[in-house]
């Protein structure tokens, strides 16, 4: 960055500068004409030492990036333009400017120091007016931004807790959502029932008509669940072709009734492959465990999981409690 001037004795006038529109044009000329003005090579970045001062862009452009270690909003930074001004808040607020300046071309800069910024304030309302305004776009550009950003934050975390092949909650949703449901449950005094879930002779359906129709059965499988369980419970993806329905507020007698309804209809649904031909009915076996005095998450699932296993080694396509 090399000085090459003043504003006086340079080319630019009042009216190429956004900020000084609409003030009284001799004075803020009379009072900007000592300002140096700077030219920054392309790719050369801008070091603020001492106090931030307000920069105005003459000609090129700048790129800002406000400082990501503060937690800014916007990291991906503007584009200042001819005209356009940046630095004018840390001028305000006497705070060290950390914004990161690169040039995108070769720039010529009219620098104006924080002394002289506040004397033009005092002087000229079009000036305060103007940067009242200007700090106002800032504001709501940033807040649109922070919004976008909590709406981008929202998704991606939805995805993260959802299997991508049937939609169903998925395990980390799981560890994370099954110590609170139960913690609930036994604030209020509820009971709380689980109920895994294994499709049959899977690895069989897989090996016979491949694993594009292992998946539509998955997803059927999960379209059981989904649509047979109330609003008030949960249907989670537990790993390859192992499911589970959280039931809070249910205890044994209902989770076993809700568990046979779930059979049945696992029974009842066809899979297409393709939406061509209906392949073989799917099956699945059942675990039922309820919240007892002493399990933990972990138990309980352990539970649900012994009970699956005895409804496997019983014949399958049925359903064991853990009593
Ligand atoms: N298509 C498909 N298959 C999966 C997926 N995840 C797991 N599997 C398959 O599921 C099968 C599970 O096989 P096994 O654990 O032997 O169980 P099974 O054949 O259902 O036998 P039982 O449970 O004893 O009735 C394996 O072949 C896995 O490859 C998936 O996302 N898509």
């Known amino acids: ?21 609409d003030t009284h044009e001799a ?11 700077n030219r ?6 801008l070091r603020e030492r001492g106090p931030a001062r307000l920069y105005i862009v003459l000609s090129g452009s700048l790129a800002v990036v406000p400082d990501t270690k503060a937690g800014s909003a916007d990291t991906f930074g503007t584009t200042v333009r001819p005209g356009e001004s940046v630095g004018e808040q840390s001028v305000l607020d ?7 300046m690169t040039a995108l071309e070769d720039c010529e800069l009219l620098v104006i120091e924080p002394d002289l910024v506040w004397r033009l304030i005092d002087q000229s309302n079009g000036l305060a007016r103007n940067l009242l305004r200007l700090l106002s776009f800032r504001i709501r550009a940033a807040n ?13 975390r939805q995805l993260s807790l959802n299997d991508s092949l049937t939609g169903l909650y998925n395990r980390a949703w799981l560890d994370d959502a099954l110590p609170r449901l139960i913690a609930r449950c ?30 539509s059965a998955l997803c059927a499988a999960a379209s059981v669940l989904r649509d047979a369980l109330r609003p008030t419970d949960f249907a989670v993806r537990y790993g390859g072709e192992e499911m589970m329905a959280i039931l809070p507020d249910a205890g044994a007698e209902l989770a076993l009734k809700i568990a046979e309804r779930l059979r049945q209809r696992m029974r009842e649904a066809v899979v297409f492959e393709g939406m061509r031909l209906p392949l073989p009915h799917i099956t699945g076996s059942f675990g039922v465990a309820t919240l007892a005095p002493g399990l933990d998450d972990r138990a309980l699932i352990a539970a649900a999981d012994c009970a699956l296993y005895r409804a496997k080694e019983s014949g399958r396509d049925r359903i064991c409690t853990t009593d």
């Open 27 to 37: 004075s803020v000329a009379a009072a900007l004409a000592p300002c140096v003005i």
């Open 186 to 215: 036994r604030e209020h005094g509820n009971p709380l029932s689980i109920v895994m879930v294994d499709l049959d002779h899977f690895k069989k359906l897989n090996d016979t008509h491949g694993h594009v129709a292992g998946d």
């Open 1 to 21: 960055m090399e000085s090459i001037g003043t504003f006086g004795a340079s080319p630019y006038t009042i009216r190429d500068l956004h900020l000084f529109r």
């Open 94 to 100: 006497e705070a060290v400017n950390r914004e990161t």
């Open 144 to 156: 649109a931004q922070l919004r976008r950003r909590q709406k981008l934050g929202e998704f991606y």
């Open 40 to 45: 920054v090579a392309k790719g050369e970045q």
